[in-house]
């Protein structure tokens, strides 16, 4: 999956209005904590999350991904009945059908010539949305492509701190779903074009995928709940995440001080440091966001690009390195020459 006509035209993220801290967690599921015996601080002590921003409960997965669409394609400045394509790779979705693709499609107002489909691939499907937008710029089928994510946790929120705040709950339970409270809302897009059309734009160079489905069920949700065994997800996330980087490393001649910045996916502390040590990253080429967003799913390594991209710490010529990772287990490694 390596590219040499695609660049990335346009990017924009956007933030949840409403701050929910840990600590506010905390004091709701107290009395719990208490009759449980639990007396570690696992949200903020180990996965270092201190906050997560949440939506207007009404506000739905195609309203969020439709602004940030908004917001890339002014950044593009493209006319939109140029884009042929838009991929939607959001965990979070208005209905089984039709597709959420389809309803921030109609809501840019998209013409009928442009395709429209929903990835699902858990937090790696943004950048599996930007392999195959790229796959077909680069075949000349398209000109520009959207991609799009919107993610909404506000009903897991509430019906996680409901379970967990009642009389039965057991401790296995609680532990098994207490990483519902380390996610976050908030929306990413992209638009991606053909580079002869946009030749100052960012080049996105493309990367490597692996895959170790055997352990498909260290992580599995729903809208209203997600059970996930932490440890063993660590443990063969960061095998699999390894094995990725050793493939990086030949494709697209990885060496790892000659990379300007890590977009990592970021789930935790724990997570973040585990990535930096494991492949001898400098710290100071890690933005992280996960202290006050929690982690945002696919939307997340978008977003980390978007607010690098915002604080003007992308300088051209740069190399950005994109680590992604979902449950399932799947792992992606790709790179963006700024």
Known sequence: MLFKHVSIAGLAHIDAPHRLSSADINAQLKPTMDRLGIKTDVLQDIAGIYARHLWDDEMQASDAATLAAEKAIADAGVDRSKIGLLVNTSVSRDYLEPSTASIVSGNLGLGENCQNFDVANACLAFINGMDIASRMIERGEIEYAL???????????????????????????????????????????????????????PRYKGGVTKAATQWNTLCRGNLDRMVTDTRMLLIEGLKLATATFGAARQALGWVVDELDEFVIHQVSQVHTQAFIKAFGI???????????????????????????????RLKKGQRVALLGIGSGLNCSMAEVEW
């Open 147 to 201: 991609v799009v994510d919107g993610e909404t946790a506000n009903l897991a929120y509430k019906k996680t701190l409901e379970r967990l705040s009642g009389p039965d709950v057991t401790e296995e339970q609680f532990r098994n779903e207490l990483a519902t409270l380390t996610l976050g809302c908030g929306a990413a897009a992209m638009v991606l074009s053909r580079t002869e059309l946009t030749p100052d734009a």
């Open 282 to 312: 400098d710290p100071a080429k890690v933005m992280t966001i996960f202290n006050e967003h929690g982690n945002i799913g696919p939307a997340s390594v978008p977003i980390v690009l978007s607010k690098l991209k915002e604080m003007g």
